[in-house]
T-cell receptor, first 114, second 111 residues
Framework: AQSVAQPEDQVNVAEGNPLTVKCTYS??????LFWYVQYPNRGLQFLLKYITGDNLVKGSYGFEAEFNKSQTSFHLKKPSALVSDSALYFC????????????FGQGTTLQVKP | DGGITQSPKYLFRKEGQNVTLSCEQNLNHDAMYWYRQDPGQGLRLIYY???????QKGDIAEGYSVSREKKESFPLTVTSAQKNPTAFYLC??????????FGEGSRLTVL
């Protein structure tokens, strides 16, 4: 079965420092991977995706993610964190078959302190 | 603007009542999805539909029902058979192998 894991419930970082939110995946075949962000009582906003091509994917709001096939990881990164980046982040993988549905990780809360 | 509209934003239900959550999209997407979000559990798939007049159960379909009579609409009914319905419900749509677009969610509370 396909799955994603976000090993950290919470990540704390100081404003201006680089941030990393970790994600590992388990799929059969080539993975389609996604990152979303959620602010309190709001829907999920799409940040970026990896389908094929360059391992470094650039997305919205200065975020990027690196696909690493050998380590089955897709970590989300940003060079300089902002207090406004504080939110809940979800990694997801597309299910096999042609259903289009996504399988989500448990989520990681990012706290950026001034 | 194109997007997904969920209503109501907040809903309260007495035990034994059925309630229906609305989800409308004007993105012309074929596929639509309902997810349930509970604290610390991520998102779990309730139902999904890839085409009008067809839908499939997700991982936690018990106690829920859906319909897909129009391409733009995918309402979710939370029935009295759902024993723990208090949660945040998210509707999404997608086209082909692209990303899912989400609505703003509906928070259901059982009194």
């Amino acid at each position: 079965a396909q799955s994603v894991a976000q090993p950290e419930d919470q990540v704390n970082v100081a404003e201006g420092n680089p941030l990393t939110v970790k994600c590992t995946y388990s799929v059969s075949g080539n993975p389609y991977l996604f990152w979303y962000v959620q602010y309190p009582n709001r829907g999920l906003q799409f940040l970026l995706k990896y389908i094929t091509g360059d391992n470094l994917v650039k997305g919205s709001y200065g975020f990027e993610a690196e696909f690493n096939k050998s380590q089955t990881s897709f970590h989300l990164k940003k060079p300089s964190a902002l207090v406004s980046d504080s939110a809940l982040y979800f990694c997801a993988v597309r299910d096999i078959g042609n259903t289009g549905k996504l399988i989500f990780g448990q989520g990681t809360t990012l706290q950026v302190k001034p | 603007d194109g997007g997904i509209t969920q209503s109501p934003k907040y809903l309260f239900r007495k035990e034994g009542q059925n309630v229906t959550l609305s989800c409308e999209q004007n993105l012309n997407h074929d596929a639509m999805y309902w997810y349930r979000q509970d604290p610390g559990q991520g998102l779990r798939l309730i139902y999904y539909s890839q085409i009008v007049n067809d839908f499939q159960k997700g991982d936690i379909a018990e106690g829920y029902s859906v319909s897909r009579e129009k391409k733009e609409s995918f309402p979710l009914t939370v029935t009295s058979a759902q024993k723990n319905p208090t949660a945040f419900y998210l509707c999404a749509s997608s086209q082909s192998v692209g990303e899912l677009f989400f609505g703003e969610g509906s928070r259901l509370t059982v009194l």
